[in-house]
């Protein structure tokens, strides 16, 4: 069982960016498809972008297309979130979530699908 462990949140003012981390540990992070999600106060958790295992393919929620990148390094057992041109709205708590699952597909975008999960890690963005 793989535990992930957020980090890189805080305060940006809008237009500008944060790069989020999750190591993970405790596990064979390399097969693991890995995904970032978020959730603001009062409303669902919501899919933000996600990776797979080999690191070669990557699938983003519309409102994220253009301005957050997701990567990884598996020699480093980490998953980032370069987030740019933040927006108000992009406030929220971000979680990163591993899919143990091998043959899933790129676009795996319900929370529901993912095997683990951090805390999560406060961004706020001041307008």
């Known amino acids: 069982q793989v535990q992930l462990v957020e980090s890189g949140g805080g305060l940006v003012q809008a237009g500008g960016s944060l790069r989020l981390s999750c190591a993970a540990s405790?596990?064979?992070?390399?097969?693991?498809?890995m995904g970032w999600f978020r959730q603001a106060p009062g409303k669902e958790r919501k899919f933000v972008a996600r990776i797979m295992r080999s690191g070669g393919s990557t699938y983003y929620a519309t409102s994220v297309k253009g301005r957050f990148t997701i990567s990884r390094d598996n020699a480093k057992n980490t998953v980032y979130l370069q987030m740019n041109s933040l927006k108000p709205e992009d406030a929220a708590v971000y979680y990163c979530?591993?899919?143990?699952?091998?043959?899933?597909?790129?676009?795996?975008?319900?929370?529901?699908?993912?095997?683990?999960w951090g805390q999560g890690t406060q961004v706020t963005v001041s307008s």
């Open positions: 979530a591993a899919d143990k699952h091998l043959f899933s597909s790129r676009a795996v975008t319900t929370a529901g699908e993912y095997d683990y």
């Open positions: 405790g596990g064979t992070f390399s097969s693991y498809h």
